[in-house]
Structure formats: C-alpha cells, structure tokens
C-alpha cells in the first residue's frame, strides 16, 4: 500500500521560507518520478515542481527561482523548499508519485503566507 505523508507547512510572513516534505513509503522510491501540486481555494490543483527518478526537474513558471526540488532516496523523502514566498503561494500543497498503474497521493499541507 501506498503512502505519502507531507509536512512543514505553516503560517510565514511574505519573504519568508519553508520547506515541505514528503516522506513515501510502500514504493520503490528511487524509481518513481514525484511532483508536488497545489490548491488554492476555488482554483484548480496546479502543478508546482516535479522531479524524475533520475533527478530532472522543472517547475511553474510562478514559481522558477524561488522554490527547488530535491529528492533524498536514502530517506524515500522528497523536498520543497519554498523561498520568497508570496500571499499567492498561499494553498495546501500535495506530493503525488506517479509511475503506471500507481499514482498516489498525500493528503497534503496548508502553507498560508500572510503578514
């Protein structure tokens, strides 16, 4: 079975810096591609970052530069850190591991950025 577990969200002022994490576990980590969504009230789940299992990346345009993808597969743990965070980063933030047949899902993390 599956699980995903997110954690490092929070309450931060404008400018300031988290970092997310995803911890996996039922897999074999290190094969699978992971991304980390948003979901903004009343918006559409968006992609943020993805990351493959060779260690590509890429990101949304809104937010190049500022937040980074990074996977630790001795940990089965991927990363978002997030910095110069904005009020319109505000969202619960979802990792995903999508590898045919499995594309699973955590139940995500409230990251409100608010001064």
């Known amino acids: 079975q599956v699980q995903l577990v997110e954690s490092g969200g929070g309450l931060v002022q404008p400018g300031g810096s988290l970092r997310l994490s995803c911890a996996a576990s039922g897999i074999i980590f290190s094969i699978y591609p992971m991304g980390w969504y948003r979901q903004a009230p009343g918006k559409q789940r968006e992609l943020v970052a993805h990351?493959?299992?060779?260690?590509?990346?890429n990101y949304a345009d809104s937010v190049k530069g500022r937040f980074t993808i990074f996977r630790d597969n001795a940990k089965n743990t991927v990363y978002l850190q997030m910095n110069s965070l904005k009020p319109e980063d505000t969202a619960v933030y979802y990792c995903?591991?999508?590898?045919?047949?499995?594309?699973?899902w955590g139940q995500g993390t409230q990251v409100t950025v608010s001064s």
């Open positions: 990351i493959t299992s060779g260690g590509s990346t």
């Open positions: 995903n591991a999508r590898r045919s047949p499995i594309d699973s």
